[in-house]
């Protein structure tokens, strides 16, 4: 192949907007780019004054041939480039791939269609939704379209013919209410319909046009007096609203839009993408992008922009993020500084910090592999925390006042990420009246640490409170009172979906659920859960020794407390002799005491 004279190429190259192909000495297109002007674009790759980093001056020594697309606008060359990149899969570029990891959810144009999983993306079946990087949430849908609908789950082909001909038989399915019988003719196609309707627009963020369904349909039945049916449609009702308060809900003001944010460093790029539809939160990934050569930040993110609004479907007229790319696009992207749309910005990049963090911490880990196991979980929970030293010494708090009777308090302690038993403590509730969480952490967070200071005692490098904002921030203020809030990190766990809380931040941490360092902050606060339980029910049982003893003429709760606590258990005082009584409460009450328990084992 004759010597590539780059300078006669450049001149054949015209100044409008385009996509051009790189190709080396085998034909191989190895890099695809879009310009807003081509010539100028190109040239800049082989002025000798631009300083470029090795990786592009690798590219540049391997061009053997240059061709081009002219296209309309910047915007369109975008479009290109990306399809080009997806169907080339050049080496130098940032590969954009078909994700076909993700499943999506189908609705099948057919008779009757049907709902299921799939990741083969068909067009020519149905509508597809997704694709669900959050595979509990996609379960939650299925779960709730399972509870709201009867959608067929069988692959009959449900054509007026072969119902009307009586080819099918109703299966399980419809015998335990899961189905209405399609099949035998048993439930009309316009009524399926309907549900399926529903179906599309939940899977589409809207929520509104279901629940006005279904309180419809209950007010109808309640005005037949079919009261038992208006039951089950206020069931409906209630089952998407469980969900709809399980979703992560935005101000319905702020209508569609996407949030793409990105941070990067050397060698990669992060992403966070969320769609926001009607004021829900639809759907959200954070992705990592290995850079080829050395892409800007808002090269990337221009790229992903066309990538992820591809993925997902989405129509929305303006995007959130923290940077604008250099190019004029078909939609406004927004740098918000108040209000709403920055507290959605400020949840996006929370969201990307936090995985490049835990992708950095992860690489570290990788690299010390010969690092124990127990410190490996530490400095990952230290990463995914942001603390500043390794937490080797944890206590966590939870309460327990079981009906509301005998509030107690557990304190649990794991050092070197084990249980540390012997530094364990119960709290008998002695400050507050009846069952008060906040008021009772605030009680035991402020008497362990106020103890440990008085006896010059190291305090803990993280505490874990069981509970959300309300119990954390009950928790803070004890530390504040004290004077040590700010000194160690403190952090809230919410059970319902392990969501971690920090001090004075409304936003929740949603740590990898696969993760070793959400492992082990569960398995501490399922030990301090237990444990407070155990106190709780060993208090109970305590409580109903004494009151029985109490029943003994002339012993009161003092004699009957002493007693317990010098026998443990009502068996060994009903077998104790009338001496070893005396011994401890004097003759006339141990022979009270003898009499009581000997008139009981003759009854």
């Known amino acids: 192949m004759p010597e590539f004279n780059y300078k006669e190429e450049l001149s054949k190259i015209p100044f409008d907007p385009g996509v051009y192909r790189y190709f080396d000495e085998t034909g191989e297109v190895i890099y695809v780019g879009k310009a807003k002007s081509l010539r100028n674009r190109v040239s800049s790759y082989f002025l000798k004054s631009n300083q470029h980093d090795r990786k592009t001056k690798r590219l540049v020594s391997q061009i053997r041939r240059i061709e081009y697309t002219i296209v309309l606008s910047e915007w369109d060359a975008l479009l290109l480039e990306n399809q080009l990149i997806k169907q080339l899969q050049p080496k130098f570029n940032i590969l954009l791939k078909d994700d076909k990891t993700y499943p999506f959810i189908c609705v099948t144009d057919e008779p009757f269609p049907r709902v299921f999983v799939t990741r083969n993306l068909d067009r020519k079946k149905g509508t597809f939704y997704g694709p669900f990087a959050q595979l509990r949430s996609m379960h939650a849908l299925l779960d709730m379209f399972k509870a709201l609908y009867t959608i067929r789950s069988c692959q009959l082909p449900l054509t007026k013919n072969n119902i009307e001909a009586g080819k099918f038989k109703v299966c399980l399915e419809y015998h335990i209410g899961n189905c209405k019988g399609p099949c035998e003719g048993l439930q009309a196609e316009d009524d399926y319909n309907v549900e399926i309707e529903q179906v599309h627009h939940i899977l589409k963020g809207n929520l509104t046009q279901p629940q006005q369904y279904f309180k419809d349909q209950m007010l109808a039945a309640a005005e037949q007096m079919a009261f038992e049916q208006a039951h089950t449609w206020k069931t409906k009702i209630e089952h998407l609203s469980i969900f709809q308060s399980k979703a992560t809900v935005i101000n319905p003001k702020i209508g569609n839009i996407d949030v793409l944010t990105i941070v990067s460093d050397e060698d990669a790029a992060y992403l966070n993408f969320m769609k926001i539809k009607q004021?829900?939160?639809?759907?959200?990934?954070?992705?990592?992008?290995?850079?080829?050569?050395?892409?800007?930040?808002?090269?990337?993110?221009?790229?992903?922009?066309?990538?992820?609004?591809?993925?997902?479907?989405?129509?929305?007229?303006?995007?959130?993020?923290?940077?604008?790319?250099?190019?004029?696009?078909k939609l406004e992207v927004l740098v918000p500084?108040?209000?709403?749309?920055?507290?959605?910005?400020?949840?996006?990049?929370?969201?990307?910090?936090?995985?490049?963090?835990?992708?950095?911490?992860?690489?570290?880990?990788?690299?010390?592999?010969?690092?124990?196991?127990?410190?490996?979980?530490?400095?990952?929970?230290?990463?995914?925390?942001?603390?500043?030293?390794?937490?080797?010494?944890?206590?966590?708090?939870?309460?327990?006042?079981?009906?509301?009777?005998?509030?107690?308090?557990?304190?649990?302690?794991?050092?070197?990420?084990?249980?540390?038993?012997?530094?364990?403590?119960?709290?008998?509730?002695?400050?507050v009246i009846g069952p008060n969480d906040f008021a009772s952490m605030n009680e035991v967070v402020g008497r362990r640490y106020l103890r440990m200071i008085a006896e010059n005692e190291s305090l803990p490098d993280l505490i874990v409170v069981d509970g959300g904002k309300g119990q954390l921030s009950a928790a803070c203020d004890a530390l504040k009172s004290l004077g040590i809030y700010g000194q160690v990190p403190i952090i809230g766990i919410a059970k319902r979906l392990e969501e971690i809380y920090f001090p004075e931040d409304s936003l929740p941490l949603y740590i990898d659920k696969k993760s070793e360092s959400l492992k082990l902050i569960q398995q501490i606060r399922d030990e301090a859960h237990r444990f407070a339980i155990t106190f709780h029910r060993d208090k109970r049982s305590k409580g109903s020794l004494v009151s029985e003893l109490e029943g003994v003429d002339g012993v009161g709760k003092v004699t009957a407390t002493k007693l317990l606590k010098h026998f443990g258990s009502v068996r060994a005082i009903r077998e104790s002799s009338v001496e070893t009584l005396t011994s401890l409460i004097g003759l006339d009450r141990a022979k009270k005491v003898r009499a009581y328990f000997d008139t009981m084992s003759q009854g």
Not at 279 to 306: F, H, N, P, R
Not at 369 to 383: E, F, M, P
């Open 337 to 431: 500084q108040i209000g709403d749309k920055k507290k959605l910005l400020d949840m996006s990049m929370k969201n990307v910090m936090y995985f490049r963090r835990e992708k950095a911490e992860r690489r570290e880990v990788e690299a010390s592999a010969s690092s124990s196991k127990k410190d490996r979980v530490l400095i990952r929970l230290k990463t995914d925390l942001q603390l500043k030293t390794l937490p080797r010494h944890i206590e966590c708090f939870d309460n327990s006042n079981i009906q509301g009777t005998n509030p107690v308090a557990a304190m649990v302690c794991f050092k070197e990420g084990k249980a540390s038993k012997k530094d364990y403590r119960h709290f008998n509730i002695k400050t």
């Open 279 to 329: 004021g829900y939160m639809v759907a959200a990934q954070t992705i990592e992008i290995k850079k080829k050569l050395d892409e800007s930040d808002a090269e990337i993110l221009a790229m992903m922009i066309v990538e992820m609004r591809t993925k997902y479907g989405s129509e929305a007229r303006e995007l959130i993020s923290n940077i604008k790319p250099d190019l004029e696009m």
